[in-house]
Nanobody, 123 residues
Framework: QVQVLESGGGLVQAGGSLRLSCATS????????MAWFRQAPGKDRLFVGV???????DYADSVKGRFTISRDNAKNTVSLQMNSLRPEDTAVYYC?????????????????WGQGTRVTVSS
């Protein structure tokens, strides 16, 4: 079974930084596109960013310039470095995996999901 586990969430003040990690047991990890989504209470799960199998990245406009996704294929991990955090970044953050030619913005495109890690940004 493929396991996906997020970690690194917590409470941080506005303007601060936090680094989330996603560890997987997927032996084909290097061939997958790895994305981060987030979901605030009562809201839809929304795209944050993706790092493709090629290493290319794409981000939602709301986080562009503040968040950075990276991957370590030797360790089967992906990270989300979050800087200049704002209260509106508060959400549960999810790591997800897919492959092929897909709509990277869509929740339905992803086959594997972690259980999420909670990020709270205080004013």
């Amino acid at each position: 079974q493929v396991q996906v586990l997020e970690s690194g969430g917590g409470l941080v003040q506005a303007g601060g930084s936090l680094r989330l990690s996603c560890a997987t047991s997927d032996r084909t990890f290097s061939a997958r596109h790895m994305a981060w989504f987030r979901q605030a209470p009562g809201k839809d799960r929304l795209f944050v960013g993706v790092i493709k199998s090629s290493g290319d990245t794409d981000y939602a406009d709301s986080v562009k310039g503040r968040f950075t996704i990276s991957r370590d294929n030797a360790k089967n991990t992906v990270s989300l470095q979050m800087n200049s955090l704002r209260p509106e970044d508060t959400a549960v953050y999810y790591c997800a995996a897919t492959w092929g030619d897909v709509d990277f913005y869509s929740v339905s495109a992803y086959a594997y999901w972690g259980q999420g890690t909670r990020v709270t940004v205080s004013s």
